[in-house]
């Protein structure tokens, strides 16, 4: 079973039907308990990172995600899940994130539109996952912020929005963050989403093999 994340700010039943289409079982919850049953965890997010992460607290699913990322439970943040797992964001303010990655987010500077709506190339550092998607894989973007000031070991793929590099995703230990949305990102987001499910240590960073 994984659990998703259910604090009120999510495509919830986007993600679900995408692990549907896998044939895993879902449950969307805000019950840390039912939550806690499950084998991996997805944190989902949709709008300002400050309204997320006051949901979250104001749910109490904070300390949740905090356990799950202590005890080593298998965790996926996708879009402002994403970027909640880093240290703090500049979105209308500054506000607290949980910390697990380093770096900031900020705003997309460019010429280009923000915010960066549809499909982008996601360029894949060495780690199991190139040898499982598409030779050139494009993935579905919608943010007008990114991750800034990072630890390049924890980055496992990008894009590039005009001359800006965006970070796509991130995965440290057990921890997955993916700044686009691999439910709306047809195979290859389904192959990523799968990876995630079955692998059973999550370790596609070589960071602490390195070490």
Known sequence: MI?????????LRSV????????SEALISDDENALGQCEK?????????????ANLK????D????????????LLGICVGMQMLFEKSEEKGIHEGLGYFKGRIKRLETDLPVPQIGWNELVLKDHPLKKKLSEVPYV??????????????????????GDVKVPGLFVRGHVMAAQFHPEKS?????????????EPAMKMSTQNDKE
Do not use: R, W
């Open 16 to 23: 679900e039907n995408a692990l549907k289409k896998l044939n």
């Open 63 to 74: 300390t949740f995600v905090q356990k799950c990322i202590d005890t080593g439970k298998p």
């Open 186 to 198: 047809a195979e290859d987001g389904l192959k990523i989403l799968d990876y995630f499910l079955k």
């Open 140 to 161: 579905y973007y919608v943010h007008s912020y990114h991750a800034a000031d990072y630890d390049e070991k924890d980055l496992a793929g990008y894009s590039f929005y």
């Open 41 to 53: 965890i997805i944190l989902p997010g949709v709008g300002a990172f400050g309204d997320c992460m």
């Open 3 to 11: 659990g998703i994340i259910d604090y009120g700010m999510g495509n």
């Open 58 to 61: 104001d749910s109490h699913l």
